[in-house]
């Protein structure tokens, strides 16, 4: 089946740094990925949909600036959390979806900024 | 979207029937049920979605309604593993994006 990797699994960064996290699509090219953002006891919250050679688009509230995403392949997506500070500490997942399968995900990245 | 209304939580003994309901009572003709679940500390987990008819997979069971306003999600023999949170989602079947709601968290207990 479909499967979406995701690296790191954890990163501990000191505020005020730089933090990115990957996104592969292992068995499948996929044009548009998410990036979803989850804090404790609560669900996921989509962030931002990842286009491949374009733009991504932001969910309302998200800064685009702090939250970069690159979707340079048809099967890598990476966001980029600039200037981490310890609010930004949270489980980061990212999605993915082949030609006729339903979205996957990635198996999420613990962000812990002290 | 529809909305989708689910109990908080549930518990189920192991080797039992687990019947997860879900409420979507707004949902419209093109938008498909989908299921999936959360295991602590782990990326969400596609179970099984479907549009009008019963669903079968070697995880889970969907059963629709006539009408599609619920659903239930059927794990036959549930073990200590398929302890998670339950997301049912409703969405247009060729829209990519999900969006989650507060799940139902199944303890299956020994």
């Known amino acids: 089946g479909a499967v979406v990797s995701q690296h790191p699994s954890r990163v501990i960064c000191k505020s005020g740094t730089s933090v990115k996290i990957e996104c592969r699509s292992l068995d499948f090219q996929a044009t548009t990925m998410f990036w979803y953002r989850q804090f404790p006891k609560q669900s996921l919250m989509l962030m931002a949909t990842s286009n491949e050679g374009s733009k991504a688009t932001y969910e309302q509230g998200v800064e685009k600036d702090k939250f970069l995403i690159n979707h340079a392949s048809l099967t890598l997506s990476t966001l980029t959390v600039t200037s981490a500070h310890p609010e930004d500490s949270s489980f980061y997942i990212c999605?993915?979806?082949?030609?006729?399968?339903?979205?996957?995900f990635g198996n999420g990245t613990r962000l812990t900024v002290t | 979207d529809a909305k989708t209304t689910q109990p908080t939580s549930m518990d189920c003994a192991e080797g039992r029937a687990a019947n997860l309901p879900c409420n979507h009572s707004?949902?419209?003709?093109?938008?498909?049920v989908y299921w999936y679940r959360q295991i602590h500390s782990q990326g969400p987990q596609y179970i099984i979605h479907g549009l009008k008819n019963n669903e079968t997979n070697e995880m889970a069971s969907l059963i629709i309604t006539e009408d599609r306003k619920s659903s239930t999600l059927i794990l036959p023999h549930a073990t200590l593993r398929d302890t998670a949170v339950y997301y049912c989602?409703?969405?247009?079947?060729?829209?990519?994006?999900?969006?989650f709601g507060a799940g139902t968290r199944l303890t299956v207990k020994p």
């Open positions: 999605s993915a979806r082949g030609l006729s399968s339903p979205l996957h």
């Open positions: 989602i409703v969405r247009v079947g060729d829209n990519n994006d999900m969006r």
């Open positions: 707004t949902i419209s003709g093109n938008e498909y």
